[in-house]
């Protein structure tokens, strides 16, 4: 038995995190353990499973999220692999339900996995983005190689300098990413001080690059936000190839930038 038999919506929900996990696995972004995925799938939750009793004990986020009070998320387990994850959801990750206090979960499907490492800044986004009216449901966190070696030059890590590199590499790029790529200088892992830093930058981004880690990314569902990522990463590509040709690349012209933005209707 399962928490996703005869609940078609929950089921998709679920199966694309699996898909997403398979594509995070093969583009090696995902070694051993690496990145986490959460999707907020309250409005898949029934009668049925609001009676569900828990199969944890409370257990502390961390912090106190009023705005998720009484949500349910599907959580990639901590410790657990993407690769294993895409075939396996619900034996590398669970179902959690946020206590009435808001500052404690507890896990009510299929198995006790404890969720993400990375939940307060999970859950954190997950609250800010209900406290602000947004629609956006999935936060993916992984660590794309060519990103996070841009991360790790001075350069790219000033405001918006890697935005507008990447997106002049390849026009798609703003298209599909119009907000650009935030920028989180380096915070230890799992820490609430890159839970915050992560929210503050989410006001003005859709995807941002925590430095020499990985990147962290919020949208409708886990396939957009994945695809935010895998454009911008695909441009990272493209730049880190003309310079391994020996060039560094031109780039689309500012007028050939400004052109497409006004064709796309995309925000400055
Ligand atoms: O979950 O990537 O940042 C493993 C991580 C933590
Ligand atoms: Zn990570």
């Known amino acids: 038995m399962s928490i996703l038999d005869n609940r078609p919506g929950l089921a998709h929900e679920v199966g694309q995190v699996a898909e997403v996990a398979g594509y995070l696995w093969q583009k090696g972004w995902a070694e051993r353990n690496g990145g986490n995925i959460t999707v907020n799938i309250t409005e898949h939750i029934d009668d049925a499973i ?21 949500c349910y998320f599907y959580c990639k387990g901590t410790n657990k692999r993407m690769r294993d ?34 939940l307060p800044s999970h859950l954190a986004v997950h609250n800010y ?53 935030g920028i989180i200088p380096y915070k230890l892992p799992s820490s609430n001080e890159l839970a915050e830093a992560t929210i503050k930058e989410l006001g003005d981004y859709d995807v941002t690059l925590w430095e020499k880690h990985g990147v962290f990314a919020v949208d409708t569902d886990v396939m957009a936000a994945f695809d935010q990522i895998d454009v911008l990463n695909k441009s990272a ?21 400004r052109e497409m933005t006004v064709a796309f209707n995309l925000p400055k």
Request: aromatic share 6%; net charge neutral.
């Open 129 to 181: 983005l209900i406290g602000k009216g947004s629609n956006y449901k999935a936060s993916v966190h992984t660590h794309p190689i060519e990103l996070v070696a841009l991360s790790h030059c001075k350069k790219y890590l000033e405001k918006d300098v890697a935005s507008r590199l990447l997106w002049s590499m390849i026009p798609e790029t703003k298209a599909f990413c119009p907000r650009g790529l």
């Open 237 to 257: 590509l493209i730049y880190i190839q003309a310079r391994n040709m020996g060039f560094e690349p031109d780039g689309m012209s500012d007028e050939q930038m």
């Open 50 to 70: 609001r009676a569900m009793p828990a199969i944890s004990e409370p257990k502390p986020i961390g912090m106190t999220l009023p705005n998720i009070k009484g």
């Open 85 to 118: 994850l895409a075939r396996w959801p619900m034996d590398n990750g669970s179902v959690i339900r946020i206590l009435d206090d808001c500052a404690h979960y507890e896990i009510i499907a299929d198995k006790p996995v404890a969720p993400t490492s990375e």
